[in-house]
């Protein structure tokens, strides 16, 4: 393995690290205070394309150095994105099998991502009319196949599994830390698992206290894929409200238009959960006026075409002879 | 039990798994996607389909006495069984196989709390993807008794207010008529709205943050304090399809012992596509 010559053995190698970070890449043009930079953690330069390849493939060398795969028992999953392409096209790298169990509300494009990633595909209704705090239908359709078919399936449990968030307190804090050289004052991230914001914030206020730990929600009734809303964290066992200073509710068709902004003058392709970090960011640089700021990009546009379509007025005008 | 008024059709997850191979007791899942019965079910249920064997699969209605009893009969479950059902979407539809159980005069019928989510998170609950093996009865039912069930000229009839409780258990975005139905749902109406004189009191206000059912106590504050239910009153409880209805009403005739509650099963989508039927928004 040579990150300088960037020749690897392994498609793996390739996993960030302290010594192999996700770039840091400051905006030029949409950040109005130069007294506060804002640099964009690239998480899309990941292997697998997202964020969730760290905390992907900490579940898995978890179950597989406990001795839980294999001898035909491979993995379930509640999963309609980054997570499950991530764990697909590692598993299936390994030689095991991932069953994704997905909400029928997922694009289609999402669900045959996921296939070409290797997944095994299991579609659930749509929950219907749901009380508060009472979990998603996917989420219980998986737990259900870990508990009956043991045998068959272990799950990762990425909502619960506290090696989602140590991934992040040991990869994305360390890299923040050494590629800022300590000089973070505000770090900006989405919830969704949790597990980045749990993982990085914990890391980065053992070596500074005072780091701000910003994050950005989008309104109720969003429909940004993999992020939640406050009012939907109720899945989420990686949650600790004790390290984040600020929740910051966005209006989510800024999502979108902020994406558009960050692909059309900065050169930065961010889907929609970028656009939503970096929507807040800005309110946060007119606020304190003052800092250095660590935008967290899950991941590009690449996969949001149709959810832009939705949200950007005339965008696909012209697109047909 | 939480001092319900018929707290024997109710019983606790633990007493389920103590009784779980006793002779005279038999469990059904009734879901509405039985993908999840399919994947995993407590061990010795029978998993019904709601939409496509408590459905006359012809004409909108209930299954037939015939059909109920063929159901049952390839169940292997007799008339002096005592059936637990439970399910998915927090009971509704195990609730709505309560009522038709009910319908068609079934003794003992009791409802699981909390349904497959409670079983599902305790530890100590087994499940299986494996079906029990079968051995099919005879099932002779009694009924149909109409008198748990209210149809539409009944609902035309009736003044909501003066003479009888009309409860509107969906989501308050349903009842103001914002929405005509969840988000995705194929079974919709003409219009959106409420039946005038309803009291919106949304099913999930009867359970608590792990689905189980509110103390009686907590259920009279609810139904009767805040809301006005008048439990003096005749009760007609509906939502869109006639699902969430039965949750509520199972609440409002077993754990709160109101005398007369009706479930109309129609339920939104017939009335809100009534040419001419008054509907309120707001």
């Known amino acids: 393995m040579n990150h300088q010559t960037k020749v690897y053995e392994s498609i793996f190698e390739m996993l960030p690290s302290e010594e192999n970070p996700t770039p840091l890449v400051r905006l030029s043009k949409l950040n109005p205070r130069a007294e506060f930079p804002l640099y964009a953690k690239l998480e899309w330069m990941n292997p697998f394309g997202s964020v969730k390849d760290r905390a992907a493939w900490a579940l898995l060398r978890d179950l597989e150095s406990r001795g839980e795969l294999g001898n035909g028992r491979g993995l379930v999953e509640p999963t309609s994105g980054n997570t499950g392409i991530s764990l697909a096209a590692m598993a299936r790298a390994r030689g095991h099998r991932l069953l994704a169990v997905v909400p029928n509300k997922v694009p289609l494009e999402k669900k045959v991502l996921l296939k070409i990633a290797g997944a095994d595909l299991e579609v659930v209704s749509d929950e219907l009319c749901p009380a508060p705090g009472l979990g998603d239908g996917s989420i219980n359709l998986a737990k259900t196949h870990a508990k009956a078919s043991a045998k068959k399936y272990a799950m990762p449990n990425q909502y619960e599994n506290t090696k989602n968030w140590e991934a992040h307190y040991e990869t994305t804090g360390p890299e923040i830390w050494r590629q800022t050289e300590g000089k973070i004052t505000h770090l900006f991230v989405t919830l969704g698992t949790c597990g980045t914001v749990t993982g990085t914030a914990k890391f980065l206020r053992e070596k500074m206290p005072e780091v701000k730990v910003i994050a950005i929600q989008p309104t109720e009734g969003h429909d940004v894929p993999g992020l939640r809303n406050v009012s939907q964290l109720g899945v989420s066992k990686l949650f600790d409200a004790s390290l984040v200073d600020d929740i910051l509710e966005v209006d989510f068709q800024l999502a979108y238009t902020r994406a558009m902004d960050l692909c059309q003058n900065e050169g930065l392709l961010a889907g929609p959960s970028s656009g939503l970090v970096f929507s807040g960011a800005l309110e946060i640089v007119a606020r304190d006026r003052q800092g250095f700021g660590v935008m967290i990009f899950p991941d590009n546009i690449f996969k949001y075409t149709s959810n832009m379509i939705k949200h950007i007025p005339g965008l696909d005008s012209g697109t047909q002879p | ?282």
């Open chain 2, 1 to 282: 039990m939480a001092n319900y008024s018929h707290p024997e059709v109710l019983v606790e997850t633990d007493w389920v798994k103590q009784n779980l191979h006793k002779p005279g007791i038999r469990l059904v899942e009734i879901d509405v996607d039985t993908k999840s019965y399919d994947a995993g079910h407590i061990p010795g249920a029978v998993g019904f389909n709601w939409q496509t064997q408590l459905q006359d699969q012809v004409r909108r209605d209930i299954i037939s006495k015939e059909a109920f009893e063929k159901l049952l009969g390839d169940a292997g479950i007799s008339p002096d069984h005592t059936v637990i059902l439970y399910g998915d979407n927090n009971n509704w539809f195990a609730a709505y196989g309560f009522w038709l159980f009910k319908i068609y005069g079934h003794k003992d019928v009791r409802l699981m709390n909390g349904g497959r989510i409670k079983w599902l998170n305790e530890s100590d609950k087994e499940l299986t993807a494996e079906r029990p093996k079968i051995v099919p009865t005879q099932y002779r039912a009694s009924g149909p008794d109409l008198s748990l069930r209210a149809l539409l000229p009944e609902v035309l009839r009736r003044q909501p207010g003066q003479t009888c409780n009309l409860v509107d258990v969906r989501s308050p975005d349903e009842f103001t008529g914002k929405v005509i139905a969840p988000p995705g749902m194929t079974e919709t109406a003409q219009r959106g709205g409420h039946i005038p004189g309803a009291k919106s009191v949304p099913w999930s206000t009867a359970v608590g943050s792990d689905g189980t059912f509110k103390s009686a106590d907590e259920l009279q504050k609810i139904y009767f304090q805040e809301k006005g239910v008048d439990p003096m009153k005749d009760t007609v409880a509906y939502c869109r399809i006639g699902e969430r209805s039965s949750h509520t009403w199972f609440v409002l005739k077993y754990l709160l012992g109101l005398n007369n509650v009706k479930n109309y099963d129609g339920s939104w989508t017939e009335y809100g596509s009534i040419v001419g039927a008054p509907i309120e928004k707001n």
